[in-house]
């Protein structure tokens, strides 16, 4: 599971030189505008360690996404195991974020529905979830697209973003493994 392809993309494990553009991401206000803070370049470097660290421990978790055409960095895919409380958890999440040059091109549901067939196909999870701010529309779009749906019963405050933040309510969705 270290690498695989979908049909314009790489998904596969982080590399020293993804360090700069990854930190531009997490500086971008635009990228970083549905999440608490921006991450200082620490704070970045620390992410792809814990993610690199993951897919090692695992063969499984957020994989570097690159342009397959290009060679070019565009963010990250994957799943993961929320680490905070919540009444829908334990479960696995899929998640993404691209540099905003790569928006708009089908990327985020390009890679995540390759995320999903791992999940899916070779985990043999039952379910996979997903969660964003209320706010970010484009996200909820990208679940939409992947089959996902949503109960707003299920909406819930995110315990690690402070109380009072525009970004503490989250939506969440829900995807379950079709079966034969």
Excluded: K
């Excluded at 680490?83 to 899929?94: C, I, K």
């Excluded at 089908?106 to 999940?119: H, I, N, Q, S």
């Excluded at 899916?120 to 779009?141: H, K, W, Y």
């Excluded at 970004?167 to 969705?173: E, F, G, I, Q, T």
Aim: hydrophobic share 45%; aromatic share 10%; proline share 6%.
């Amino acid at each position: 599971m270290t690498e695989f392809c979908s049909s314009r993309l790489l998904l596969r494990h982080w590399r020293e030189e993804d360090r700069e553009p990854f930190a531009a991401m997490g500086a971008d206000p635009e990228v970083m505008e549905h999440f608490p803070a921006r991450l200082s370049h620490a704070e970045s470097d620390a992410f792809i360690d814990r993610a690199g660290s993951t897919l090692e421990d695992r063969g499984w978790g957020l994989w570097a996404v690159e342009e397959l055409a290009t060679g070019r960095f565009i963010g990250f895919t994957g799943l993961n195991v929320p680490g905070f409380e919540a009444p829908f958890l334990p479960a696995v999440e899929v998640g993404w974020r691209l540099r905003r040059d790569a928006w708009g091109h089908g990327y985020a549901t390009e890679a995540a529905r390759a995320a999903l067939a791992v999940a899916f196909d070779d985990l043999e999870l039952p379910e996979i979830v997903s969660f964003t701010a209320v706010s970010n529309i484009r996200s909820q779009a990208v679940m939409r697209r992947l089959g996902m749906t949503t109960d707003p019963a299920e909406d819930f405050d995110h315990p690690a973003v402070a109380v009072g933040s525009p970004v503490r309510r989250h939506v969440l969705y829900r995807l379950r493994r079709l079966h034969g």
